[in-house]
């Protein structure tokens, strides 16, 4: 599938969008742009967290002020976002020879701000490199387990192609004692597409929260705010192409209604592409009767 | 040493105060706080970059909105910031029942913001917990390493008592071949002082740039952005006192101009008080002369 060029606006060039193009078509309106929100990503009560990282980073790509690559993106999710328009006002709060800082909201109607956010934005110069962190290994891959999408309320859920190592089935109860939060699997839009900024700021939420794999069932979450780190600059996420990325989150400490969450986001090359920290808000599910 | 009592202002408590409360003294100004910075946190070229981070702490914790406490703080360093006057500015952009989420800016005088900044309030009830990572093993005291802060021109470096597991010799070119930049170690404010969101919000910079250790060598570097996560209540951090902190630092890649950096800062009893990481700008040192 094909991105809508410049200027090919219309149903037929809609319908060839992908989805997540679609999801992320901005309008500019001078300081900032305007933007509709569908079901097409949505989660239980308002959109996959990932979707609203990937329209801010789109608007920020789109902003002709823009200069470098992003390095940065911190989104702090304040409420939920509802069906309907959207706006994004976004400014650069301080430009520098090397660093571009920029400070996002959105917000809809007259609400106050749904999401604020911060972004950074670089030159990627060639300098010394050392990568010392290794790929997570992964089992051969007829040994992965798709997670049963189809089963699933969530939209968002049938816009990935995920495939875990573990999981956890989740039952109404949870298990007496938690299990290991960590997985990693290979993760790929449906249908699959070139990476870009836009994507990999969304693949960083694409993980459960990890307290429903270690307590192994559902319960009130929502993540609180997500720091995203670009290690990789425009051209290494074009090798990567539409090929699934190879993901891997764990959490240090889940307690007082809150976890935190930590992922990186490699390439099939072995690169580290991104890495995402994020805090997760839970309490304790309902007790419901045996 | 004591805190000045409010309303206890003069010269004679100014002396009494510890460095870190009176670097961080603020004034309300009905939108926000002015403050005044001075070099007794100075690193090479402007403020250590954790007392940057513990003065906006201190405006979000002496804001009268405020409510709950202080769950995350991303700080953005856009600009150097000079000795003088400063003037911090903050709001809660958005309250719901269970969390406050707070945009905050520093400046000097006519200039654009050198810092921007988000920050996270919240409720800490109990909840299920379940606490997966480990503190960092330490050495026997005695074979810690007390870096010779006495010989560094940065005047914050004494306001620290810092304790390594390892440390790499800074030399005046590189390692032929990058060490491990991980470091553990002891660390507590001097003269002691008990810990709070502040002092917490500071040491979650305490560490050297990974890329000094790792090159064995200075360089030009810079945080740029850090975001640092508080696991713990009010009550926890009271339990702590004055006793050294667990610090543990590493990075998974250096490359294109950046590295990232996690952090773990552990109490004497084995609670994950926070998390930091923080993605740090760094430039090839200059070949000299042999």
């Known amino acids: 599938m094909q991105r809508a060029q410049d ?15 679609a999801a992320t078509q901005l ?8 933007g509709l929100m569908t079901r097409s990503y949505w989660n239980f009560a308002g959109p996959y967290g990932g979707l609203t990282a990937a329209l801010l980073m789109r608007a920020l790509m789109q902003h002709p002020e823009r200069r470098g690559d992003p390095i940065a993106l911190t989104v702090n999710y304040c409420a939920t976002i509802a069906e309907g328009p959207l706006r994004i006002r976004l400014r650069a709060a301080r ?30 110069p060639e300098t010394w490199s050392h990568r010392p962190a290794q790929p997570p290994s992964l089992p051969p891959e ?16 049938a816009r990935y192609d995920v495939r875990l190592d573990r999981y956890t089935p989740l039952a109404p109860q949870p ?21 870009d900024f836009v994507s ?15 307590r192994g069932t559902l319960m009130p979450v929502g993540t609180i705010s997500m720091t995203t780190w670009f290690h ?16 891997h989150a764990d959490t240090r400490v889940y307690n007082h209604g809150y976890h935190d969450q930590s992922a990186e986001l490699w390439s099939q090359d072995g690169t ?18 045996a």
């Open 7 to 21: 200027g090919d606006a219309g149903q037929a060039v809609e319908e060839a969008l992908h989805p997540l193009d």
């Open 27 to 34: 309008t500019w309106t001078g300081d900032g742009f305007t």
């Open 95 to 124: 430009t520098n020879r090397s660093t571009q800082h920029w400070f996002l909201e959105l917000a809809q109607g007259d609400d106050a701000p749904a999401i604020t956010a911060t972004a950074i934005c670089s030159a990627r």
């Open 142 to 157: 007829a040994e992965l387990v798709r997670f049963p999408w189809e089963k699933s309320p969530c939209a968002w859920m």
């Open 175 to 195: 298990l007496p004692e938690p299990v290991a939060g960590a997985q990693t699997g290979l993760m790929r839009d449906e249908p699959p597409r070139p990476l």
């Open 200 to 214: 990999l700021a969304a693949f960083a939420d694409c993980f459960f929260a990890r307290v429903f794999v270690a």
């Open 232 to 247: 990789a600059t425009a051209e290494a996420l074009a090798r990567q192409g539409a090929a699934p990325l190879i993901g």
């Open 272 to 289: 580290l592409l991104a890495t995402s920290h994020q805090l997760v808000y839970f309490r304790d599910p309902p007790v419901r009767p």
